[in-house]
């Protein structure tokens, strides 16, 4: 049970964290929301990364080696290395300084004025809404599934499990059920950004962060030391039939659909929790060590992911009916590091680089909708700082409980890393809209529509046929590809497109606008 121990005083420290965040909280909503744009080089590097590395960078790329290949690497963390870096220093400092300079708190508020309109508020907040929750069922669905192996074999008489078809026992026998697991997270999460607001989640990522990126380099090497060192665990790799596919480059993975995928990280430049951690800079030279540390903590943290899923499919083999890919780095950790102290530490690890998303996303869609809707609505003179605050938490705690609710239906049937694929690609096809409102004068508010209205009909559409659509009996489960690439190629080419034709097409903006936005 020492395993569990930790875990549970890991938690409990969270808790601790945001109720001591808490005691520094000034009462404003200025506070509660931007931390009084207050933070400092390393807390801004740290809670950015913290919010960026979920469970799909934890769980979801494991899962995927295992499953794809060596290939998955280079598929995401190398583009992301370099083109989150280069979307900070381009769009990020550009953001932050307009929205400090006109006291900003979300993306709505920021295109409102730039196009000078408020119907557009109104409907992008649905869309941002729509795609920011996928990403938080990455994280719950990748708590519960990563709980589940870890804690397996400590409660038999509690959470039993029928024998596999071959009559052996169920690996993942007396672990807490992923509904449990995932549900307990939701509410730590909850906790510490309900009591303390943004500085909460900036905290808590900050400590999370440094946790997670010390204990998987040491699972990474407990791992390795268990295979036998790293030469022979990737020897026992290749000698594996199931595993030596996975050591291939060829086979697994299409050219097209590789060179497609440096579209996804453009994602980071339309996330929602991201424009909020942004806002919180002291100042533009804040934003320096993120640019530069970036690349570096991506390859920390996604090599030795991939590298363990490898492992596993050398080690694990084939997975037996009813089994999920997303459970291999729990049952990989669960199994080869054999120190329950060392696994607890793991475990709480994992735990964290879930948790510094969660907690940012739950954050921005509470600010979003008290600062979007309630007080676009009724003013911002309507209500008080205190009422504000808690009409973000009514609205943080609607969020977390329809998610939860979604996870439980979608937690076995759709991959953590896929799911993530499609929120981010939604995200990366209005990137373009971002990117022209910084630094294209002529872009139009009809070209901005036609961007978001072709983002939102061509991801439905292919996140339907997908996801959603019922596949023909004997269908495998491969991604879907349009000409070979990935659908985010499609999505983004298709909405910039639209907005450069139409913003051609339609009136320039007012030149009040161009002296506000783009006059020094």
């Known amino acids: 049970m020492t395993t569990f121990y930790i875990l549970v005083g890991y938690l409990a420290l969270l808790i601790g964290l945001g109720l001591l965040s808490s005691r520094f909280f000034k009462g404003t909503s200025a506070d509660f929301f931007v931390v009084s744009r207050s933070v400092g080089s390393f807390l801004l590097l740290m809670s950015i990364f913290g919010t960026t590395m979920t469970g799909f960078a934890i769980v ?6 295992y499953t794809n290949g060596i290939g998955v690497y280079g598929l995401m963390a190398s583009w992301s290395g370099l083109i989150h870096s280069a979307v900070f220093f381009a769009v990020g400092i550009k953001l932050w300084a307009v929205g400090k300079r006109y006291g900003y708190v979300t993306q709505c508020e920021y295109f409102r004025a730039r196009f000078e309109s408020d119907r557009i508020g109104y409907i992008l907040f649905p869309i941002l809404v729509l795609l920011v929750i ?35 026992p169920h690996p993942l026998s007396g672990g807490i059920p992923p509904a449990l697991g995932g549900g ?25 962060t440094i946790v ?13 030391k268990n295979l036998g060192g790293l030469k022979e665990a990737s020897e026992a790799v290749a000698a594996s039939e199931f595993g030596s596919e996975r050591l291939g480059r060829e086979g697994m993975i299409g050219k097209m659909q590789f060179l497609s995928y440096c579209f996804i990280p453009l994602s980071v430049g339309m996330f929602p929790h991201l424009f909020q951690h942004w806002l919180t800079a002291k100042s533009a030279k804040s934003f320096k060590l993120t640019v530069v540390a970036f690349p570096l903590f991506i390859m920390i943290v996604w090599l030795p992911c991939v590298l363990i ?3 596993a499919a050398g080690y694990l083999g084939p997975l037996d009916p009813g089994q999920s890919a997303n459970a291999v780095l729990g049952r990989m950790i669960g199994q080869l590091v054999q120190s329950p102290v060392l696994t607890g530490l793991v475990g709480a690890g994992v735990l964290a680089a879930i948790m510094s998303s969660l907690d940012s996303q739950f954050m921005c869609l509470g600010t979003m909708f008290t600062t979007d809707v309630v007080m676009k609505k009724y003013g911002k003179d309507r209500f008080s700082d205190r009422q504000k605050i808690w009409i973000a938490r009514g609205f943080i705690l609607l969020i977390v409980g329809g998610t939860y609710g979604l996870a439980l239906v979608l937690q076995d049937s759709t991959h953590v890393f896929d799911l993530g694929v499609w929120c ?12 022209a409102s910084v630094y294209w004068k002529r872009v139009t508010l009809a070209g901005a529509y036609a961007c978001i209205l072709a983002t939102a009909v061509t991801w439905g559409i292919l996140f339907y046929q997908d996801i959603l659509a019922v596949k023909p009996e004997g269908a495998g489960d491969e991604e879907l590809l349009v000409f070979g690439m990935m659908p985010v190629a499609t999505i983004t080419v298709i909405s910039t497109v639209a907005l450069v034709l139409v913003s051609l097409l339609t009136k320039k903006p007012s030149g009040a606008i161009i002296r506000k936005f783009f006059v020094k």
Request: net charge positive.
């Open 424 to 435: 981010f690609s939604g995200f990366a096809g209005l990137f373009p809209l971002v990117l």
């Open 60 to 65: 979801g790329s494991t899962a995927k080696s």
């Open 184 to 208: 307990v997270i939701c509410l730590i999460v909850l906790c510490y950004v309900f009591f303390g607001g943004l500085r909460g989640a900036v905290w808590a990522n900050t400590f999370q």
């Open 212 to 224: 997670f990126m010390g204990t998987g380099v040491i699972a990474f090497f407990m791992i390795s």
């Open 309 to 311: 899923g490898i492992w």
């Open 134 to 168: 996928p990403y938080l069922l990455v994280g719950v669905i990748a708590a519960g599934k990563f709980i589940q192996p870890t804690t397996a074999g400590l409660f038999p008489e509690a959470f039993p499990l029928p024998n596999l078809p071959n009559g052996d």
